[in-house]
């Protein structure tokens, strides 16, 4: 079965650049959406189509998507984006998430 | 405003069942595929099931298949799940939300309600 590959933690510090990764069987030909998530909040959409930002999701957030990784990156990292993030996929009309990604914002 | 607000969750024993609500409101729900996913406490995003606009297109995870079942009024503007035979991997909280085809995003998220299977 398909599976999508994240790192469980990644940390920065604020006003770095962090850089997440998913990576998964020629995930370049699909398109890949990017989700934050808050503790005790819902997902929140950051990335649609591996790079574009809905409508009110900051221009720091960044998404590409290329072979078998895709990348969202975080510029001038906030403390506010202290989150897990998770990667997501459709394949053969099922849908697959990453495992997560933990953000630490030290 | 858009808004999805799921109801139902609850504690059931093992081998018990339990029926989710998803209400929609703010946008035309007969125009949007939906979706149910969930996330164990301590787990990750795990996807449940997707229902097309009319609802004659249907797909689930291997993990619920044959269990559950996704269903929607669009006259009510409502999503269901209906869940049979929980077991203890079930426990979770489940989320709805809305598709956009074409972008293959979930845009719009409820807060989600829990279900607990539990002696």
């Known amino acids: 079965s398909y599976e999508l590959t994240q790192s469980p933690s990644v940390s920065v510090s604020p006003g770095q650049t962090a850089t997440i990764t998913c990576s998964g069987d020629?995930?370049?030909?699909?398109?890949v959406s990017w989700y934050q998530r808050k503790s005790g909040q819902s997902p929140l959409l950051l990335i649609y189509?591996?790079?574009k930002r809905p409508s009110g999701i900051p221009e720091r957030f960044s998404g590409s998507n290329s072979g078998y990784t895709a990348t969202l990156t975080i510029s001038g990292t906030q403390a506010m984006d202290e989150a897990d993030y998770y990667c997501?996929?459709?394949?053969?009309?099922?849908?697959?998430f990453g495992g997560g990604t933990k953000l630490t914002v030290l | 405003q858009v808004q999805l607000v799921e109801s139902g969750g609850g504690l059931v024993k093992p081998g018990g069942s339990l029926r989710l609500t998803c209400a929609a409101s703010?946008?035309?729900?007969?125009?949007?595929?939906m979706t149910w996913i969930r996330q164990a406490p301590g787990k990750g995003l795990e996807w449940v099931s997707t229902?097309?606009?009319?609802?004659?297109?249907?797909y689930y995870a291997d993990s619920v298949k044959g269990r559950f079942t996704i269903s929607r009024d669009n006259a009510k503007s409502s999503l269901y799940l209906q869940m049979n035979s929980l077991g203890a991997g079930d426990t979770a909280l489940y989320y709805c939300?809305?598709?956009?085809?074409?972008?293959?995003?979930?845009?719009?998220w409820g807060q989600g309600t829990t279900a607990t299977v539990s002696s």
């Open positions: 997501q996929a459709w394949v053969n009309y099922i849908v697959i």
């Open positions: 020629k995930l370049g030909d699909k398109y």
């Open positions: 189509q591996d790079a």
């Open positions: 703010g946008f035309p729900f007969s125009d949007y595929y």
């Open positions: 229902i097309s606009r009319s609802g004659t297109t249907i």
């Open positions: 939300a809305r598709i956009v085809v074409g972008e293959e995003s979930f845009d719009i």
